[in-house]
């Protein structure tokens, strides 16, 4: 280049003498020729210096930007995949790590309850719901002893009020698609093995291929949605889910239940057993089993099902269902239940089962996990940079309290009836069983206000009604401070406390009514109080406060020291517990004092 410069130069110097248009003495053009040539050379330098420096800078501002905004979503089940597409919504870079993307064949994650059909409207995906033959839920129907009552959802104005059924595999593969679809949302197939981490901060994973290859895939945010057995929540949080039971999962073909479009539960011994469509053919049985499980390669299984669970189940299923049992497709999963735990890692978010799960018996998982998703993609709006210790501290800390509501309810409502509906494991709460179904057969507020709360319509207990609908992504985030108790909630004396009187209608208006079937005890009959020691609320029995304390005392034991706000919760959603002293006779009073009693002992 400088060659060429040089002799162009040259040959204009010497042209322009030689035209008389260029006047100076011939000893004089060497020296104007270098002159010419180091200025061309200067000016060139320069230019081409600013211009290298330009684009090293809009190089390195967009891989900044690039960097600052990306998220590495580990899993691509209901959490993960709703996740993805959250975020690709909000323009950021995803990369969802899924270990296997063929359509899963699971035996829970089938129902949705109102609450989750919201939140699928709320994210924008509402339309995978469409296709996969996924019928209407309207509620409930509970039996015991051969007797029934029907629990419809409420109605909530205009707001969803239906859940949908559907096969988890059919459900899952559309939320893939409506995530993988979107331009800015890369899908790798492979096994993630660790996280990788620098000075404290997470920078992404290492994952095997399908070849093999251990590859990374860094971003500013890495949340990981792999389940309850999860690989990478031992590197955020020692907590290990615990399973209790197992369900035993059968598919019941052309059965017509007693109450369509409705979830039936059946009070059964030694637990709870589940019917639900799955399609317009097709029934789920589930049959909680506690303890070991009956060998399905010798026989057990099918003897057990045929002689111990049959028997107990109304007229219209048993010709199904032993049918089903016959046909020989009997599958089991455990009941994983994880209490949640706070994670501050920088660069690292635990969300769906791996951060948090309860008994499926409710139904309660997917609506959950999809309230996790809304709210924390609404948080995340708001951060420009992923890598910024400060906000995504301050996310952290909005995401664990704003979820208290929602998530807290429906764990210790999951727990509550879970405890009460299986009752054969611990004889004290067979009254309580009792009391529940009860209070269901009473209908009106009864029903709709428990249905509220179970249906995740409403998350709040003490404003559960049916003409009004608390949602934590629309109304005021406003959070609770959690060393205050929360409003409608049980705090150190009795007298403190009002009962949420939308949640409990029933007991506010009928409570000083000589003829209403829930009148107190008379004067002469009450149970004895309770220690002074131990908290009381708004329930007119001590028998039933006893129980109620020791049932959450011990739950909450189980559940960890960080869950502890979880007590002031039961006040309001153990509508199990409120209606003993009233639907049970003196002497079945005496029996849950007395147990409850020797509950609080080995509390």
């Excluded at 162009?8 to 020729?33: A, D, F, H």
């Excluded at 899952?172 to 492979?190: D, E, Y």
């Excluded at 910024?388 to 999951?414: K, W």
Aim: with cysteine.
């Amino acid at each position: 280049m400088y060659t060429e410069i040089s002799a162009l130069t040259g040959v204009v110097l010497i042209t322009l003498s030689k035209m008389n248009i260029l006047t100076v003495q011939t000893e004089m053009i060497p020296y104007m020729y270098y002159g010419f040539c180091t200025i061309l050379l200067a000016g060139g330098w320069f230019k081409f210096r600013s211009r290298k420096h330009t684009t090293s800078t809009k190089a390195r501002t967009a891989s900044k930007s690039s960097e600052e905004n990306s998220v590495v979503v580990v899993g691509a089940g209901v959490a993960g995949a709703a996740m993805s597409y959250a975020l690709a919504q909000q323009g950021r870079k995803v990369t969802c790590i899924e270990r296997d993307l063929r359509e899963p064949d699971r035996i829970v994650g089938e129902l949705l309850q109102p609450g989750g059909v919201r939140r699928l409207h709320d994210l924008g995906l509402e339309s995978i719901l469409e296709g996969i033959d996924a019928p209407t839920v309207k509620g409930y129907a509970v039996y015991l002893n051969g007797d029934s009552v029907k629990c419809p959802y409420p109605s909530d104005g205009n707001l969803i009020s239906t859940g949908r059924s559907f096969h988890h595999g059919r459900f899952i593969t559309n939320l893939r698609k409506a995530a993988f679809a979107c331009p800015n949302v890369t899908v790798k197939q492979g096994v993630v093995t660790k996280m990788i981490e620098e000075n404290g901060r997470v920078l992404g994973v290492a994952f095997k291929d399908e070849k093999g290859e251990i590859q990374e895939a860094r971003a500013a945010l890495t949340i990981c949605c792999d389940g309850a057995g999860s690989g990478l929540r031992r590197s955020l949080t020692p907590t290990k889910p615990e399973a209790n039971s197992h369900f035993v999962a059968l598919i019941l073909n052309n059965c017509d239940l007693p109450y369509p479009n409705s979830g039936h539960v059946i009070l059964a011994d030694p637990a709870p057993i589940l019917f639900y469509p799955i399609s317009s053919t097709e029934v789920r049985c589930l049959i909680d089993t506690p303890g070991p499980l009956p060998s399905v390669a010798t026989g057990a299984m099918a003897d057990y099902l045929t002689t111990k669970i049959a028997p107990q189940l109304p007229p219209e299923i048993k010709p199904s269902f032993l049918e089903a049992v016959s046909c020989g497709r009997i599958r089991s999963m455990p009941n994983w239940e994880l209490a949640p735990q706070k994670v501050f890692q920088r660069g690292a978010m635990l969300l769906g089962d791996s951060f948090n799960c309860r008994h499926p018996l409710t139904g309660g998982g997917m609506t959950v996990a999809l309230s996790d998703v809304a709210l924390i993609s609404k948080l995340l709006a708001d951060v420009d940079d992923l890598t910024d210790a400060a906000q995504m501290h301050a996310v952290s800390t909005r995401f664990y309290a704003e979820r208290v509501p929602y998530a807290s309810t429906i764990n210790i409502l999951a727990s509550a009836l879970y405890a009460v509906f299986s009752a054969k494991k611990d004889p004290s709460l067979i009254p309580m069983r009792k009391a529940c179904f009860e209070y269901f057969k009473l209908g009106g507020r009864a029903v709709s206000g428990p249905m509220f709360l179970l249906s995740g319509m409403n998350p709040n207990p003490s404003t559960c009604s049916s003409t009004s609908s608390l949602s934590p992504f629309t109304a005021s985030t406003t959070s609770p401070s959690p060393s205050q108790p929360l409003k409608g909630f049980c705090s150190a004396t009795a007298s403190s406390v009002q009962p949420p009187p939308s949640l409990f209608p029933f007991l506010a208006a009928n409570a000083s009514s000589p003829s209403s079937p829930l009148t107190p005890p008379p004067a002469a009959e009450p149970a004895p109080s309770p220690p002074a020691t131990r908290p009381l609320n708004h329930l007119h029995s001590p028998a039933v406060t006893h129980v109620q304390f020791a049932v959450a005392a011990r739950l909450t034991r189980q559940r960890g020291a960080s869950d502890r706000h979880d007590v002031r919760q039961w006040d309001g959603v153990c509508f199990t517990l409120d209606t003993a002293a009233h639907r049970s006779s003196p002497k079945m009073r005496a029996t849950v004092h007395t147990a409850s009693r020797g509950m609080q002992n080995a509390v």
